[in-house]
């Protein structure tokens, strides 16, 4: 056992701060709204920045210019970005995708996708979620047809983030009629601006943009922009999916830590009736407790870092990190919109607004994480399923025929 | 940064669960803690045999210089057993304060028989505020002088042979080393639901001389700091492997209990439950490793981990607790189910060396409150 940050991940930390003290953060142009998670806004001049300095790419192996980095410094890069609020939005998903292609992606892939990832020019959108396959992603119908050597998609999507300002969808499609249910579904790299690609934003209930529907109206794509083999999207879909519930939410803690920060200075210095709040007992033990709930949030994601750098088995562990992640999330917004009372609601940017009308916002996008990524509940079910080996439910279809 | 136990860890733990399983079954710990001594004295000695008492002993008094890491992953096992009795009391926090602040006259005399087991001892600390905070202790003892008043939740008094008692002497706390049956100490036992064995103690002009004093004069407090924080540790660790046992049971018995046709694991409700149940153990073991990992290796700021990891087993193990009551159903209500052992437990070491209002608040100062 030990819990200690090694001495070259200490001395890459202060890399990382030196990096973010250089210049200020707020000098990046954003894109695309912080959706709360952790991961900040996007920006893609603070993406550059990253590229520029070689994190971006700094786990991938040699041969694909990489520098062999290990997973945990990928992990003190995200800790220090995020308590920092910095706005590195696609970065996870840059990692997971470049991951991929390095395991399984074409030539062409490799040649056209990873140096613009590098880069910071390269960020991608899931095309997972459509309007009638949500928790139940198998009932999709977004259709890819093979014509020659390219695929012919066509379907709909929906509740993509940052599709509109993103390089490239990851459009996830049936590809054969297979009677295995979870066979006959491939991943497509489908660059934004394809002929036939209509990307519509969602106004979200904080009145700002962070999702969008697509139409997919015979979307022609070589078949090399394939990721994995046909019919075998779905297995690696599963697979990703326990590496996309840690790398969407490991900075949820920092963030977090960040925002107990503000509320902490809040308390003691708001005065109230000759007192600070941060006197009052129940006031005090509820950010005792968001304290104690970040410790444990940080002790579940680190356990399931270990596995992961192990290469060990994970089966329910990221599904019971992202499920206490974002539920200590609303806590913690819950918490801040109490103390700050009736100056919570205020908007950012509002006349007024105390910590500048952050929580309001953190308190709205909460709302949508324990359902964006895995829904607690289905997430709670494979905590159940897989970690616990319960007896599965009956599926919709056996219960019919039943 | 690894989670993982050591070879030699992974040995303890394993000999341990083993050990207990054979030793410790839930029949026997129902009969242990309905009787009036709590414990059963033949297993004891089977303890002393492997050791366990001396693991937080110096080799030169007769221990095995154990680390307090190796003692949380012990106190786990006990924990997953239920095992009732002084291990914590005596070979924990007892010895832990024996260590930091005996002389080594008093290390050579009392010492090599907590190793062995032969003997124990326990600590008399809080008082009518039922604080474990040891800036809150009023008993007033001139040393030499008499002691008169009373300390209460003092656990396994009856089988004590020595009490560390903390009084105040002037305007630091000191502690003494008395005798359990030295003349004006009586143990009047508090009848707990946990079947622990907790009393109140009772001094009446009990002769205090400077042959009593464990550690300086005022050096009470600093002396105290480990020996609560190991007590601390301990606690959570039963709680830990209370929880985990909580756990085990349930799933059992959501495969096996069949109602309208299918195990009621199979149902979401049952399910979605079940896994509250994985993120609290969980979390309370993660937090335990990483405060006993920390206060082993004598990191700053341990404290606040040790607070933080209490504070929340005290909470989260409590709930599985609670909800493993609800998952079993009627069953579970009864005194031969075994479940209500475990819970008990942990709502009796939730409580012990600082309850989670206690840890809370030093949680709170070492986040920045004012």
Known sequence: MDFAFTADERAFAEEVRRFLRAQPLESFPLEGMDAGYGSGAHSRAFMRALGARGWLSMGWPRAFGGQERPLFFKLVLLEELALAGAPFGPLAGCWQTADAIIAYGSERLRREVLPAVARGDGTFWQGYSEPGAGSDLLGLKTQARRDGDDYVIRGHKIWSSHAGIASYGLVFARTSQEARRSRGFSMFVVPNGTPGMDIRPITSLTGEVYHYETFLDDVRVPADMRLGPEGEGFVALLNGLDSDRFWGRFYKAPALERTLRQLVEYANTTVVRGVPLARDPSVRRRLADAAVDLAALRALFYRAACLMREEATITYETAVAKVMADETGQKIAQLGMDLLGPWGPLREGSRGAKLGGSISHSYLTSLGHTIAGGTAEVLRTTIAVRGLGLPAEPKAEARSRG | ?370
């Open chain 2, 1 to 370: 940064m690894d989670f993982r136990l050591s070879p030699a860890q992974q040995m303890l733990t394993a000999t341990a669960r083993e050990f207990l399983r054979r030793h410790c079954p839930p029949e026997r710990v129902q009969e242990w803690v309905l009787g009036e001594r709590g414990f059963d004295d033949a297993l004891w000695r089977r303890m002393a045999e492997l050791g366990w008492p001396g693991l937080l002993v110096a080799s030169e008094h007769g221990g095995s210089d154990g680390s307090l890491l190796d003692v949380v992953l012990l106190v786990e096992e006990m924990g997953h057993a239920c095992l009732p009795g002084p291990f914590v009391t005596s070979a924990v926090v007892a010895t832990t304060l024996l260590a930091e602040a005996g002389s080594a006259e008093q290390h050579k005399r009392v010492l090599p028989l907590l190793a062995t087991g032969e003997r124990t001892a326990s600590l008399a600390l809080t008082e009518e505020s039922g604080s474990s905070d040891p800036a809150d202790v009023a008993l007033a003892c001139a040393v030499p002088g008499r002691l008169s008043g009373r300390k209460l939740f003092v656990k396994d008094a009856h089988v004590a042979d020595q009490l560390i008692v903390v009084v105040r002497e002037g305007a630091g706390l000191s502690l003494l080393l008395l005798p359990s049956d030295r003349r004006g100490i009586s143990r009047l036992p508090l009848e707990a639901i946990s079947g622990e064995k907790l009393f109140e103690v009772v001094f009446d002009g009990v002769e205090i001389t400077a042959a009593d004093r464990l550690g300086a004069a005022g050096g009470g407090a600093a002396a105290l700091e480990p020996a609560l924080a190991a007590g601390a540790l301990a606690r959570t660790a039963e709680m830990v492997g209370g929880a985990q046992r909580v756990l085990d049971l349930v799933v059992e018995h959501a495969k096996t209990r069949v109602q309208g046709g299918r195990p009621i694991g199979g149902y979401q409700a049952i399910q979605h439950a079940c896994a509250d149940l994985v993120r609290d153990v969980d979390t309370a073991r993660g937090l335990l490793y990483l405060a006993a990992w920390k206060t082993a290796e004598g990191l700053t700021g341990a404290a606040s981990d040790v607070a933080i990891a209490k504070a929340h087993a005290g909470q989260a193990c409590l709930a599985v607790a609670r909800r493993g009551h609800q998952i079993f159903g009627a069953i579970s209500y009864c005194e031969e189910h075994p479940l209500h052992l475990f819970h008990k437990r942990i709502q009796a070491a939730a409580v012990d060396f600082g309850d989670a209002n206690h840890h809370l608040e030093t949680v709170a100062r070492s986040i920045g409150l004012v």
